[in-house]
């Protein structure tokens, strides 16, 4: 049973960072993608940034390049997401997401191509 745990809500002012967490289970996921979307409200969920969990590239959308940045731990199974310089516009449900299927670079930028997804964190930022 696949299963990615996330870490729970934030609430942070303007200016401010932190970082989500994305613990995965159940299987070797070597070799999958990972993903993180988020989804603000009457909004679709939209890409963050991906990363391969065994290669070293990196994805971003041009709203959150230079900000966040997306980093794996092999040995704790673990996805991060460290986001910085944060904007009220950045509030939304951040999701990570996995998947074995992904094959091309603009296969990574949609939720449809992403099979396991964590539970969801809410993250408020203030103005």
């Known amino acids: 049973q696949v299963e990615l745990v996330q870490s729970g809500e934030e609430l942070v002012q303007a200016g401010g960072s932190l970082r989500l967490s994305c613990a995965a289970s159940g299987r070797t996921f070597s070799g999958y993608a990972m993903g993180w979307f988020r989804q603000a409200p009457g909004k679709e969920r939209e890409f963050v940034a991906a990363?391969?969990?065994?290669?070293?590239?990196?994805y971003y959308a041009d709203s959150v390049k230079g900000r966040f940045t997306i980093s794996g731990d092999n040995a704790k199974n673990t996805v991060y997401l460290q986001m910085g310089s944060l904007k009220p516009e950045d509030t939304a449900i951040y999701f990570c997401a996995a998947s074995p299927r992904i094959t091309t670079d603009t296969m990574r930028f949609y939720p449809s191509n992403y099979d396991y997804w964590g539970q969801g964190t809410q993250v408020t930022v203030s103005s």
């Open positions: 990363t391969g969990w065994s290669a070293g590239n990196t």
